[in-house]
């Protein structure tokens, strides 16, 4: 349970902006309010997780069909930068940094589409799974995994092979599901 003032008083901030924050949260449904007692982050269900990586899955993959042919190689170079920032940031040993990584490059392959409707909805569904994908980056072989993972992906796009890179990606986000479900199973045991 979070309480306003407690959020208020360890961030040194008034509390109408902790409280804002706090609504908005929940109007996002990220958090759960809870009269008389404060805010709860919201856990996800099995089923939850599933939902949102049937959708990550459809609106990533309508990214790469999109981007993988015309992809310049000043885009290129920047999708192995934000990769080469993701593995530095994951070998440091931070969870929400790693997680933060990952999004970055996701979000900038969704931003070469240049279409606002699809970069938003990522953003959006990016934002309940990277409350779950924190879990399942606690454990090293998944920070590891994943590394190789989006460096095939690059390799791939870099290729300018739709069909390759929609392989990757797709193997990227289904592996992700799975280690978020386990972590998930893991934890109601």
Do not use: W
Request: hydrophobic share 40%; glycine share 2%; charged share 30%.
């Amino acid at each position: 349970m979070y309480a306003e003032a407690a959020l208020s008083s360890e961030l040194g901030i008034s509390r109408t902006p902790v409280r804002e924050a706090l609504i908005h949260l929940a109007s996002r449904g990220l958090v759960i309010y809870i009269p008389r007692r404060g805010f709860q982050i919201k856990s996800l269900s099995e089923k939850d997780v599933q939902d949102l990586f049937e959708l990550r899955i459809a609106l990533e993959l309508t990214v790469i069909r999109r981007i993988t042919p015309a992809l310049e190689p000043e885009a290129i170079q920047k999708i192995e930068e934000l990769s080469f920032k993701y593995e530095t940031i994951a070998k440091s040993g931070n969870p929400v940094k790693t997680v933060n990584a990952d999004r970055q490059l996701h979000l900038y392959l969704a931003h070469l589409t240049d279409n606002p409707y699809l970069i938003k909805s990522i953003e959006e569904i990016r934002d309940f799974i990277d409350l779950a994908n924190i879990k399942s980056l606690e454990f090293e072989y998944r920070k590891a995994e994943a590394m190789r993972e989006h460096q095939e992906i690059v390799k791939v796009l870099k290729t300018r092979s739709v069909a390759g890179a929609l392989s990757k990606m797709e193997e990227h986000i289904k592996v992700t599901e799975q280690r978020i479900l386990f972590q998930i199973r893991s934890m109601n045991v």
